[in-house]
């Protein structure tokens, strides 16, 4: 299977741009999960119609394992405006079984109630647990149960196939 970061990352810019064109949305805040979702989300930046910086959400403590996996050794930093009645653009770079978007949404409600959330994803890899969509995606893939997407970055941003036994 061959992935393509560029093709994925235009097909998000191209979508984000006429996601907030269709919708009306302008301003909104675009929040990149830690860490994978914060580079992705900086590669959209410029296509969204927005003047405030990057947020970053760091979903840690807001995680349904973490009583059993304990604490990330890299916790990130939450870096978030006032939400209140504002649209969000919710970034990550995988969305597999829905747990870290369910985490990520909690934790924003934490800090105001948004007008909406958009979830954009650039790798949709289709292995739901939870039901929950994204409503950009720069790919959908069907893996192995033994492949993972690796993102690696933030510069030079690159992606692999790692496959596991």
């Not at 394992?65 to 870096?79: C, H, M, S, W, Y």
């Not at 985490?103 to 105001?112: L, S, T, V, Y």
Request: glycine share 6%; hydrophobic share 40%.
């Amino acid at each position: 299977m061959k992935l393509d970061l560029n093709k994925a990352l235009a097909s998000m810019k191209e979508q984000v741009a006429r996601y907030c064109e269709q919708k009306n949305i302008e301003n909104p805040i675009v929040v990149g999960i830690h860490s994978g979702g914060v580079w992705v989300a900086n590669e959209l930046l410029q296509s969204v119609p927005t003047q405030e910086p990057l947020a970053t959400l760091d979903i840690s403590f807001y995680r349904d394992d973490f009583t059993r996996a304990g604490l990330n050794p890299k916790v990130g930093q939450t870096l978030l405006p006032a939400l209140e009645d504002r649209h969000v653009i919710l970034v990550d770079d995988v969305l597999m079984s829905g747990r870290t978007v369910r985490a990520a949404m909690n934790e924003i409600f934490d800090f105001g109630r948004p007008a909406s959330i958009t979830l954009a994803i650039l790798f949709d890899l289709n292995k739901r647990e939870l039901p929950i969509r994204a409503d950009i995606i720069g790919e959908a893939l069907t893996l192995e149960d033994n492949q993972r997407v690796k993102l690696s970055g933030p510069s030079p941003l690159s992606l692999s196939l790692i496959e596991t036994h």
